[in-house]
């Protein structure tokens, strides 16, 4: 049971039955952790997606981060627009698994936007600053984020390829850098091992899991983090979660599943038979291929069962 105290969660007693709304990450990744198995951070875009990834984890009594890109941010209208969702998502479809919604990728101006619309957790990525500044940024953020019981994700070491025109080349971090974040309290670390977001190339040499070794040895009990979790395949998941990654990433998978079942139902005609044409006839199939995706990964991750 995932206690009130000290993670940030709110329960409503409506009745008998307890409802739960968003809590920070902190307590599912040390579990996560402990247990040697990952929880997904599913990224939404749409009412569609958000939903498709809650009553999934509801179904598979799966603990779940909603990860929201700051693009994804402004198409959804806004972060307090997203928690307005969510919260009221929870609550309407009956949520019980533990919700974090988390920024992903924020950049300092966003980490703030996001702690004052009501995430209940942040990725702030300094990565792509000097190490001192990265660690001057990560600690103003992390007293912040400890006053409001939010959790905070930092990163060491640039992930490949591009999310919101943020490119990397897929480098792996410094390991005594990675003990300098982690040392300064941030609640999860993600660190650079070889990986990328979107599609991998059909030359990607794999992840580095001599580094990923190394960060492990050096940051301790701390909850790592694998971004780019698209396309990586299931052996390497296992053995980079074996070697400490608690939290892994996922969206361009969920994405690709739900274009090609959106396609497949328009190349059909279906749209033209009857009310096809109805947009939730149409996204219909799409919310069903997401929902398979996260079941994949949920099993995949190890993280069933595990609310």
């Known amino acids: 049971m995932y206690l009130a105290e000290n993670v940030g969660i709110k329960i409503k007693n409506n009745g ?42 509801q179904e598979l009594n799966s603990p779940v981060i909603l990860g929201v890109s700051e693009g994804a941010g402004k198409y959804m209208c806004g972060y307090k627009t997203i928690v307005g969702m969510v919260e009221g998502m929870i609550e309407g479809l009956g949520i019980t698994v533990p919700v974090a919604l988390h920024l992903d990728h924020g ?8 702690i004052e619309a009501g995430f209940s957790s942040i990725m702030f990525d300094g990565s792509h600053y000097p190490i001192e500044e990265n660690i001057a940024k990560t600690k103003e953020l992390i007293a912040i984020c400890e006053e409001k019981g939010l959790s905070l994700e930092a990163e060491v070491g640039a992930i490949g390829g591009e999310e919101d025109g943020v490119v990397g080349t897929g480098e792996c971090a410094d390991p005594e850098e990675c003990k300098m974040i982690a040392d300064l309290g941030v609640t999860m670390l993600a660190a650079g091992i070889g990986n990328i977001h979107g599609k991998y190339p059909e030359n990607w040499q794999g992840l580095s899991f001599d580094t990923l070794d190394a960060i492990q040895k050096l940051t301790g009990k701390m909850p790592l983090v694998l971004h780019g979790g698209t396309g990586i395949p299931a052996d390497m998941i296992k053995k980079a979660i ?25 190349e059909e005609g279906k749209d033209l038979q009857g009310k096809g044409f109805d947009p939730r006839k149409v996204l219909a199939p799409g919310v069903e291929a997401i929902k398979d995706t996260v079941k994949d990964k949920m099993t995949l991750f190890g993280s069933v069962g595990k609310a």
């Open 16 to 57: 008998d039955e307890l409802k739960m709304s968003l809590v920070n990450a902190k307590e599912m990744l040390t579990k996560a952790k402990e247990g040697h198995y990952a929880v997904g951070q599913f990224n939404i875009n749409n009412l569609e997606w958000t939903k498709a990834i809650l009553l999934t984890a």
């Open 242 to 266: 074996d070697l400490g990654v608690s939290k892994i990433n996922v969206n361009t998978e969920c994405q690709l599943a739900f274009s090609a079942a959106v396609r497949k139902y328009i």
């Open 107 to 114: 950049s300092y101006d966003g980490a703030m936007a996001c």
